[in-house]
């Protein structure tokens, strides 16, 4: 695959920032994991876009932290990934051989007040946040009807494969709302790849795809004709609004097919409710944190090794298939997409609290 140009988006301008102050990483004295073994867990299964996520950075995070130590990733699936969040929530480990990778589907539940959840992103110390995008893609006759705006669509009824209303398929759940779409989800699937896989077998005729997973197993549809790629999410530009997917530039974004489709509208607290959630979800969707008992020497070398991760002259070449063409932030800049991304305001969330129960009677309590 041709790789694709390097553009700054999402969180771009106070990574640049970052990169400018911190073109020379500071080296974290008296630090050394020689011997160790660094246990990077994340809350879910092997399968997975973070399993794949976590398993890119490994080997590169024991090439760069001071003292080569082995990385070893391990999986604490359950709740949805609340369950091995808790875990982390209760660890006091401050030498740095512990390190935690959360996703979208670990924040949510933290934005909506989820009484599973008993962890605070306050308590832990960020060290890198990566962002993603997704692909929305019809089959041909449908896409036909697609020119840029859905109202010709609004009279079809979809079946959409879901893993659940309050998992990143809420995002593309209530950005079809805010469409006009009538798609109906069928819950229970078990991850993203079945839901493609019901799109494959005509049980679906909307699904969307994760970058990493839309380039390796929808690409292929679309050469086949059985898919047409119709929009993408977008991706934040460095003023923070929504702006085209550097990895599709040639697509649409969610912002723009709403701006030109009827009743849709990109002001007011439905957007500010999908725009919380879509910077959750994806602009900086994964990260990795260190307890908050961990040093400040600790933090350091573990921001020296991404730094150093990101400067490797092939990252862009080696990570694109994995990460996309999205910023893999450090330092201020990961602090700043750990807070956009951890909070919302009352209003957008009650608004979503209300959505949820009026259309799907799904509850927090």
């Given at each position: ?14 990574l640049a920032t970052t990169a400018l102050v911190a073109a020379a990483p500071v080296a974290a004295q008296d630090v050394s994991f020689e ?12 399968s997975g876009g973070s399993a794949r996520w976590a398993n890119f950075y490994a080997p590169l995070m024991s090439d760069t932290l001071p ?299």
């Open positions: 695959m041709a790789l694709r140009r390097l553009m700054s988006t999402g969180l771009g301008a106070a011997g160790q073994t660094i246990e990077y867990v994340i809350p879910f299964s092997e003292g080569e130590p082995t990385v070893v990733v391990r999986y604490r699936p359950g709740a949805g990934s609340t369950e091995g969040a808790n875990w982390f929530a209760e660890q006091d480990t401050d030498d740095g051989t512990l390190v935690f990778g959360t996703s979208g589907s670990t924040q949510f539940p933290f934005l909506l007040g989820d009484p599973r959840v008993r962890y605070d992103y306050a308590d832990w110390q960020v060290v890198l946040a990566s962002g993603t995008g997704g692909v929305v893609y019809f089959p041909p006759d449908l896409a036909e009807r697609f020119d840029g705006d859905v109202d010709d669509l609004k009279e079809e009824f979809f079946l959409y494969g879901s893993q659940g209303a309050t998992t990143l398929d809420l995002v593309p759940l209530l950005a079809f709302k805010m469409l006009g779409l009538q798609v109906d989800p069928v819950f229970g699937v078990e991850g993203r790849g079945d839901g493609r896989l019901m799109f494959e077998r005509g049980e679906a005729n909307i699904d969307y795809q994760t970058t990493a997973a839309y380039l390796a197993n929808v690409e292929p549809l679309v050469e086949d004709g059985i898919a047409v790629p119709a929009f993408t999410w977008g991706a934040l530009g460095d003023d923070g609004q929504i702006v085209r997917d550097p990895t599709f530039p040639d697509m649409p974004s969610f912002k723009e097919v709403c701006e030109a489709t009827e009743g849709c509208e990109t002001e007011g607290v439905a957007w500010d409710a999908w725009k919380s959630f879509f910077v959750s979800g994806f602009a900086a969707q994964k990260m990795v944190y260190l307890p908050g008992s961990a040093s400040q020497e600790v933090v350091d070398a573990y921001t020296a090794a991404f730094e150093e991760i990101k400067n490797m002259d092939n990252f862009a070449e080696i990570s694109e298939e994995t990460l996309g063409i999205y910023p893999q932030a450090t330092g201020d800049a990961a602090r700043a997409a750990n807070e956009e991304a951890t909070s919302i305001t009352p209003e957008a969330k009650q608004y979503v609290l209300d959505w949820l129960e009026e259309d799907y009677g799904v509850t927090m309590e």
